[in-house]
């Protein structure tokens, strides 16, 4: 990648894995744009929008969207801006197979492709360690954990002073069920890129700086 191309980046992995964290720190590092379609799902429901309404019983019963509405997101991602020049990290998109191929297609039309999937691989034991210890803003979408990342001051966001919010998603029984659907719907995605030869596995048991550091390193040879 020259530095006035775009540099196109998948994070996947499980729920809580720390794709949210990692793409925010990957982002202010390389100077991307994050696109995390949970938080902008989060904020349709917070404005009470005809997709806020849709999104709200599934993402509560910890299942996937209606792919026709996640197309209408991609598709808003790319209005109104020079989509050739786009440089993103999609936090959340592929999640099905089905939608791996939309994006693939979405991007072929334009002549672009994805440069690397990164893969956060954590067990799922981990994975519930870390959601029900996590809180986040409801204001600027920020996580924090109670144990591995408190904010400064008690129960408040350190952006905006905002008080945290434990998120309904975030209580056992839907982790396990956000997990299910993981397992079933989402892993055959790191295969389809896998057989591209776009996938990079990354440990994401190691703290919060190491993580970053390892996709760092694999970012490299992009630049
Ligand atoms: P979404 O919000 O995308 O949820 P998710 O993918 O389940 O991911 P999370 O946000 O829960 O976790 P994360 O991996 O970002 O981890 P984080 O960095 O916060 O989606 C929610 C719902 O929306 C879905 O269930 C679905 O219903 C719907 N949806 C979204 N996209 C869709 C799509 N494409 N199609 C259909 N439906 C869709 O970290 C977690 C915690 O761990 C934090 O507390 C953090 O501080 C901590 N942490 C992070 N890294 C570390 C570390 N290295 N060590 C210790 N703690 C750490």
New binding site residues.
């Given amino acids: 990648m020259t530095t006035n191309s775009a540099l196109r980046i998948i994070m996947l992995?499980?729920?809580?894995?720390?794709?949210?964290?990692?793409a925010t720190r990957i982002c202010e590092r390389y100077n991307l744009g994050h696109v995390?379609?949970?938080?902008i799902?989060?904020r349709h429901i917070q404005q009470g929008s005809e997709l806020g309404q849709k999104?709200e019983t599934?993402?509560a019963a910890?299942?996937?969207?209606p792919?026709s509405l996640?197309y209408q997101m991609l598709e808003e991602l790319y209005e109104d801006r020079d989509g050739e020049h786009v440089s993103f990290i999609l936090?959340?998109?592929?999640?099905?197979l089905e939608?791996a191929e939309a994006l693939e297609e979405f991007l072929q039309n334009r002549g672009q492709k994805v440069h690397q999937v990164v893969m956060?691989v954590l067990d799922d034991e981990k994975v519930v360690a870390?959601?029900a210890?996590?809180?986040t803003c409801p204001e600027c979408g920020r996580?924090?954990?109670l144990l591995?990342?408190p904010p400064r001051n008690e129960g408040v966001c350190d952006e905006d002073g905002t008080e945290l919010i434990w998120r309904t998603?975030?209580h056992e029984e839907i982790i396990r069920r956000?997990l299910q659907?993981y397992h079933q719907e989402t892993e055959p995605v790191a295969t389809f890129y896998q057989e591209q030869g776009v996938l990079r596995e990354v440990d994401?048991s190691?703290?919060?700086d190491q993580?970053e550091a390892r996709i760092a390193s694999g970012l490299k040879e992009l630049m």
């Fill in positions: 992995g499980p729920p809580g894995s720390g794709k949210g964290t990692q995390s379609t949970g938080d799902l989060r999104a599934a993402m910890g299942e996937l969207l792919d996640l936090d959340g998109f592929p999640r099905s939608q956060l870390r959601l210890g996590r809180r996580s924090y954990h591995a990342a998603d975030d956000r659907t994401a190691a703290d919060m993580v």
